[in-house]
């Protein structure tokens, strides 16, 4: 049996909490920082409480990520959530918001952490043969400089697709474990398909208590209040209206998959996750100002088009983690190998998680239409919604100035600078609504 940690500085509710995960967990407590050293190797998987430090356990989370590389739960107070983005951005697995029975999804939580660090250990061989390789790149990078004039040069390009296809290899043989979508967004929209009702949706989303606490949050924010504050599902649902709610399901447990291993690349996970959900904001006005109906829907398309780049993300930033000594790779040239092949990426991540046959293709095209089985309206509206908003400035690599008006797809979908301008606004509008929402 696994061994989980109970970092809380209240005995009782320790004991609680032990007698709720026994059956399942061998359990150790302690109740200061101080007693961590004499359990930290019989270790598993850590659960930290808010008041186990007067730094909410922030301070504790990065003791323990210091000395090991545990998965770290966090039990979060239902009055602050900065204690969970701070603990997530540090490098927690996930949180558990301490509001009504929370305890009942302690064992679930636990077991889903513990699954998911394992899937990463899995990964292991995969990682250390992709460092070896990324080496290799930056040597070549160095060698490329010196070579003399008519020399025939490295070929860094080469090396690149090298890195891609062992990786691609690897997942097709099963050597790396790609996450998982979360469960909550195929239950809902199983229910949206079946034509489920209010009480049907807040059912299932009463089994997340932190999705279902953020609704609440969402629905009595300053973008939806109405007359009387919230307080339970049913009423931030039919207040936010089962489309938006959607939406905020999709959001939230999306932004739980933005994590990774490295601090150093937690500025560009941040930046990653900005440019998807100011993607998928672009691609829904779009469809509304043009009045078109797609047969995907284009808010997820936007937020799903990039997720190849998180999973090169992730797995890059295992490598540094593993190995603190290996040389960092270059920032630019970083990027631009994500650039270069995260599409071949994502499209394996989707086809996992059995997204239909539109969503690989805006995967793999939506940076290059060339690449496109057909030019359908939904590979251009993604195409032109990704543009637009790197020329707002959400990208992880700010590049040269975009001539939105001459990409094609703005010329095959005839949007003219008045409305890329009053596109560009609601983006922008949109993006200051949500954070001030989910914040």
Known sequence: MKTILIANKNPVESIEIEGIIKKEFNTLIINSPQELSDHLEKTDLVLIDHNFTEKSGIDFLVQILKKSYLPILILAPHDSAQVAVSAIRIGAYNYIVKIGDYKRVLNISITEALAKFNEREQMKQTIIALKKRINELEMRLGIDNKEEEGAVPANSSKAKVNIAEEIISRVKKGEINLPSLPQIIIKFNELIEKGAGIKDVADLLKQDMAISSKLISVSNSSYYRGATENTTIEQAIKRLGLAVTRQFVEVISNRALYTVSHKNYIELIEKLWEHSLACAYAAQLTC??????????????????????????????????????????????????????????????????????????????????????????????????NLLVKSIGYDMLQGGEIDLEEAESAKLLKIELPFINKLKQQVQYEMEEIKKALN
């Open 288 to 385: 509304q100002i043009l009045n078109i109906k797609l047969p995907n829907d284009a808010f997820t398309m936007g937020l799903f088009h990039d997720v190849g780049k998180l999973l090169l993300l992730q797995v890059i930033g295992e490598i540094e983690v593993k190995n603190p000594t290996v040389q960092r790779i270059n920032r630019t040239e970083l990027l631009k190998t994500i650039a270069s092949f995260h599409g071949k990426f994502g499209a394996v991540i989707l086809k996992r998680w059995d997204f239909p046959n539109p969503f690989i293709q805006i995967a793999i095209c939506h940076d290059d239409l060339s690449q496109a089985e057909a030019i359908t309206k939904d590979v251009l509206i993604i195409h032109f919604a």
